[in-house]
Nanobody
């Protein structure tokens, strides 16, 4: 079974930073270097939204609300994708999901992690 595992979530004060990681390992791992990777989030009572994507050639895209604050990156040698989140705001509170195999046309992803909770609160 393909697994994506997120880590790095937690409780943080407004204005602080967190870095989320997403990895896949084992015999059925997803090879991140062959995939467009994405980070999504879902806040309570809201639909899941795409936060950032990184292409196979490391071209990045972000939702407007996080531009200039979040950075998506990949380490192909470690088969890991990161989401660096700076200047966090209470409205960034959500469960964050890593996804692999994002398609720019269908806007859908093939594989998903279980999510990691990020709570921004004083």
């Amino acid at each position: 079974q393909v697994q994506l595992v997120e880590s790095g979530g937690g409780l943080v004060q407004p204005g602080r930073s967190l870095r989320l990681s997403c990895a896949s390992s084992g015999s059925t791992r997803i090879i991140f270097s062959d995939n467009v990777m994405g980070w999504y989030r879902q806040a309570p009572g809201k639909e899941r939204e795409l936060v950032a994507t990184i292409s196979i050639t490391s071209i990045t895209n972000y939702v407007d609300s996080v531009k200039g604050r979040f950075t998506i990156s990949r380490d192909n040698a470690e088969n890991t994708v990161y989401l660096q989140m700076n200047s966090l705001k209470p409205e960034d509170t959500a469960v964050y999901y890593c996804a692999a195999g994002y398609n720019y046309y269908s806007k859908k992803s093939d594989y998903w992690g279980q999510g990691t909770q990020v709570t921004v609160s004083s």
